[in-house]
Structures are given as C-alpha cells and as structure tokens.
C-alpha cells in the first residue's frame, strides 16, 4: 500500500509552506513519527513528521513551495524494513519504466545537439549573457555536456581585474518563506503606519543592586535567573495599564483595546526573527515571567516553537543591545501599535544629587502609530517605563522585595 503524505495546515491563514530541508533521502526507510522534512511557512519553521513507516519516494525539491494539502511524498507501507541500521540503496526503488523514444525533427534535433554542445550556452543563458556584455567562451558551463545554464549565466561577472589582484566571487541564496514575510511586514509597517520613536535613558544602578543581592537565591530556589527582561516586562505592563491606548491596535475605522497585556519577545533564530508572545504577562510574577522568556527563546533558537506561540501579542519588547546596539528606531510588529527597544548598558557620567557620577545607563526608545497615540501618551509611557526601572523596590515591588521574588 502507497501512503501520499499531503502537506498539514500549519495554521490559520496559512495556504502555503516551502520545503527547507529534506531529512531523508529518496528511498530512505523511514519509521512512523521520524521528522523527514523541514518546512518554512511564513511565520516558523516546522518539522514534518512520517505518517507511517516504508521506504519512501520524495515528490518535490528542496526550496519547492508547495500549497497546503498537496503530495509532497509516497510511504510504500508495504516494504520490509531493511536489516541492520544501513538506509536501503537506491536499488531498492523500483526499476524505471523506458520511456518510448521521441522522434525528434531533424531542426529540432539540431538545435538541441547545438545547445548540448561543451560551453555553449542555452538561449536563456545567451540572452543574458548578451545583456551583461559577457563572452559565453569566458564562462564555465555547469550543465550536461558542459553547456551554459541560465544559473551560470545569471552568477556569471565581467571579467574586470583588480590593482591587488584580490578574488572577487559572489553567491546567491534564496530567501526561506520566514525571512521574505518578515521582510514584507516590516515595510508594511513602514508604508502603512504614522511611525514616531521617542527617546528616553534609564539608569540601571537600582535593578543592579536588586540582581547583585538576589541573583544566586533567585535562581538556586526558581532554576532560572533573575535577568533585565522581568524588569521591563513588569514595568511595560504598569505603563500599559497607564496609558491604554499604546496596548491598543487599528481594525479598519475602529480602535480595538486589549484588557490583557500578551508580550512578544523579539528572538534571534537560527531561521531569522522569532516574536514569540508572554500570554497574559500581567499575571505574571518576576519567576513567572523568566521562566516563560527561557522557555520561548529556547523553543524559537532550536526551531521548535509554533505559529500558536507566536500568533497575536499586543505590545513587543526587542533587545538590541544584547548585540551591543547603543541606540535604534525599532520597527513596529503589525497590527501592534508600539515596539520598546532595549539597549546596551554602557557606564556613563550623570548628574545626580548636584553630583557628577558614574552610572549603567541604558537608552530606550519607543516608536509608536502617530495614527492612534498621541505624543503625549508615547512620551507619558516611556517616562513610566522609566520611573518603574529606576525606582523597581517601589512601583514594581510594593516595597517586598523577597515576596516579589518569591524569596
């Protein structure tokens, strides 16, 4: 029995995956539920598991964008399974049906010996090459029989030498599915938002001194450390229920606000930006939040976190500086309506007290939709960002400290 393994919705909206990576082979046999394939939808990385054991037979190419539903491979459930741990050859497959010889007509059978022919190129690649001004007899044909392919023709460069006699190679490689979505939303964003950032600095030395005192307690009782990201989320939750508005999005005529605050982080991937999302962050203690960040980041950098975890969110926290950005205009994450970024930490001089001092500062900035928050609500939000990270015993505490720890 044959089983056509369909490509499974990886979510709502989503109508289309492209094939990542192949983890098998044509002819490999494959055990029910082993991962054989990597697909990319525009929103995560996802494995797809074997639907039954039996050899199996691949139906399309890597870097193939396949619809939802459609064959993408054939499981022989009726093949034994091969002795010892070796993958069947490729003889195991069966034989090839001859295909019935086409009878060419002479013209045509001529231009196709032409095109055959060692470094001559095919009239794609000639097309091209006449375009760039390049000799077909300067390029190496990587095709059968040496021809010139449309890919040698579209990587072939003017032969142009240099006073230091320096290599100067090129390579293309396509965009996965993640990366050209990401890549559309952020100009989306740019082309159909009012977007403002404002600036503000924040002196750590407080917070400093709470993770200096608590750290190693924090952690051997929670398992997770006591980093900057509970910090800010606690003091971007506060904000949020001080000025609504920055919690809220534009749904064609209406504004629609949000009662519940869902955090996305931005994360680093191996596949590009992750933005998985803290649900109902404002729930949430100082453990409960750094356990749910190490949880996300962890699933998003081994590609294992799901379009559900990263889908909604009504407010993103980015952390540039963890790459050392000392200041940046993040980007808003649509249909949101604002972004905070986080920066490094860089000791600098302040006044304080009438007093010349140093202090960890760190630059913030929030861009926001001119379209539905006002200046004063975004300046407003940042100062209280701000206020809470600066005074966190106090307005983000209660003045418990080890309560608020859970100490």
Known sequence: ??????????GESITEVEIAEWLVQD???VEKDQAIAEVDSDKATLELPAEESGIITLKAEEGDAVAVGEVVCLIDTSAAKPEGDAAPAAE???????????????????????????????PAAK???????IDAASVSGTGRDGRITKDDAVKAVPSMGT??????????????????????????????????????????SPIFALRKEYKETF????????????????????????????????????????????ISIAVSGPKGLMVPVIRNAENLTFRGVESEVKRLAIRA????????????????????????SMLSTPII?????????????????????????????????????????????????????????ESPEELLMDGNVKKALEL
């Open 1 to 10: 029995m044959v089983l056509e393994m369909k490509v499974p919705s990886p």
């Open 27 to 29: 002819g490999d046999y």
């Open 92 to 122: 195991a497959k069966s034989e090839p049906k001859e295909e019935p010889a086409k009878v060419e007509a002479p013209k045509e059978a001529e231009a196709k010996k032409e095109t055959y022919a060692s470094g001559t190129p095919s």
């Open 127 to 133: 097309k091209i090459l006449d375009e760039k001004g």
């Open 163 to 204: 006073p230091t006699g320096g290599n100067r190679g090129e390579s293309r490689s396509k965009l996965s599915m993640l990366r050209r979505k990401v890549a559309e939303r952020l100009v989306s964003a740019k082309n159909e938002t009012a977007m403002l950032t404002t600036f503000n600095e924040v002196d750590m």
């Open 219 to 262: 952690k051997e009782k929670h398992g997770v450390s006591l980093g900057f990201m509970s910090f800010f989320t606690k003091a971007v939750v506060r904000a949020l229920e001080m000025y609504p508005a920055v919690n809220s999005m534009i749904d064609g005529k209406e504004m629609l606000s949000f009662d519940f605050c869902d």
């Open 301 to 324: 950098r081994e590609g294992e976190i799901t379009v559900d975890e990263m889908t909604g969110g009504t407010f993103t926290i980015t952390n540039g500086g963890v790459f050392g």
């Open 333 to 389: 994450n649509p249909p949101q309506s604002a972004i905070l970024g986080m920066h490094n930490i860089v000791e600098r001089p302040i006044a304080k007290d009438g007093q010349v001092v140093i202090a960890p500062i760190m630059y913030v900035a929030l861009s926001y939709d001119h379209r539905i928050i006002d200046g004063k609500e975004s300046v407003g939000f940042l100062v209280a960002v701000k206020e809470a990270l």
